[in-house]
């Protein structure tokens, strides 16, 4: 059985290996507004935290409406997506990167997780 102070640990250890790794996280609704992202996730995109509240995770994809919809259905059908994306950066570089997208519960909240593979694998086209 976990202790309190082990759990505490392993949630500080947790909070700070997701914050400050190397891979960008992103968590969003699922109408794909950002609620959340590491220091990776910021450094990646070229964007503050507040700047990337304010935008949509539209906002930095190239795909079209109806392929986000797409991956959309295949996330809300098995549950998780592995892809290889494009994305443009705030000061206009678009590129790829590879990453996994679930579906989760924060707090009870229905939300979207995406991590990707480290920031330095980002390939400009």
């Keep these: 059985m976990e202790t309190g102070s ?3 640990l392993h949630q500080a250890l947790l909070g700070e290996a997701l914050m400050t ?3 960008a996280l992103f ?3 699922d109408e794909g507004r950002y609620l959340a992202a590491n220091d990776s996730a910021l450094e990646l995109l070229g964007y503050s935290r ?3 509240a304010a935008i949509n995770a539209r906002d930095v994809s190239t795909r079209s409406e ?7 259905a295949m996330l809300k059908r098995e549950h998780s997506v592995q892809q290889t994306s494009r994305i443009r950066r705030k000061d206009g ?3 790829t990167i590879d990453s996994v997208t679930v579906e989760a519960k924060v707090g009870g909240l229905p939300v979207v997780v995406s991590i990707t593979a480290p920031i330095g694998t980002f390939r400009p086209s």
């Design 6 to 8: 082990l759990r505490i």
């Design 21 to 23: 790794g190397d891979s």
């Design 27 to 29: 968590v969003t609704d």
């Design 50 to 52: 507040e700047e990337l």
């Design 66 to 72: 109806e392929e986000i919809a797409e991956v959309y």
């Design 93 to 95: 570089v678009i590129g």
